[in-house]
C-alpha cells in the first residue's frame, strides 16, 4: 500500500511538472492571444530558431516518399507553409487529410503544405498507401531518421505548424481542428 502510495505522488509530481514546464513553453514563446495580431516587427522575434510560436522555424531538409526530390524548411520563402507530422497509423490524422487537402486546393498560390512522415515510427509501405488513399497532391516529406521530429518537438500526431513567409513559426496546432479554425489561424499569414 505504500509502495503505491509512493508511485501515486510521483506521478502526481510529474503531471504537475509537465503543466508547468508546457504553462511556461507557451509564456516564453510569445503565444498570440485571441484577437490579437502577432507582431509583424521581426525585431521582436529571438534570433535563435525554435519549434514555438513566434520564433524563427528550425531547419531541415527531407526527402520526398518517392525519394525524387529533396524539400527544405527554414528561413524565408515566396510562400507561407504548413509543415504537417503524420503518420499512416494515426487515426486523427486521417481524419484531418481531408482538410489539409482543401486547404491546399484552396491556397496552393500561397501557401505551401509538406507532410512529414514520421517514418521513423511508421513503415514506408503504409505510408505510401496512406498518400494513395488519401490522393495528397502536396509534397510528402520522409523522417527516417526521426531528425525534423526531433527538431520540432513532435510527441504525438497530428502536429502542423503554419510559417510565415519570413520563416517565422506562427501557430502550432496540435490534433485536429476544424476546418474554419485553420482559415482564421491562415488568414494573418496568407494576407501578409
Known sequence: MKKNMIILALAAIAIVAVWIWDQNGKASSGQVVEGAAPSSSLGDIPAAPA??????????????????????????????????F?????????????????IYNDHQDQLDLYAVNATNFDKLREAKD?????????????????????LYKITGYPVSFIIDRDGVI???????????????????????
Open 86 to 102: 503524420w503518420a499512416a497509423w494515426c487515426g486523427p490524422c486521417e481524419l484531418e487529410a481531408p482538410d489539409l487537402k482543401d
Open 170 to 192: 506562427r501557430h502550432r496546432i496540435e490534433g485536429v481542428i476544424e476546418r474554419e479554425q485553420w482559415e482564421i489561424l491562415l488568414q494573418d499569414v496568407l494576407e501578409s
Open 130 to 150: 496512406f498518400v494513395k488513399e488519401q490522393q495528397f497532391v502536396f509534397p510528402v516529406l520522409t523522417d527516417a531518421k526521426g531528425v525534423a521530429g526531433d
Open 51 to 84: 519549434a514555438k510560436e513566434n520564433r524563427y522555424a528550425p531547419s531541415f531538409k527531407l526527402d520526398s516518399l518517392d525519394g525524387t526530390t529533396s524539400y527544405s524548411v527554414g528561413g524565408k520563402r515566396d510562400k507561407a507553409l504548413i509543415v504537417n
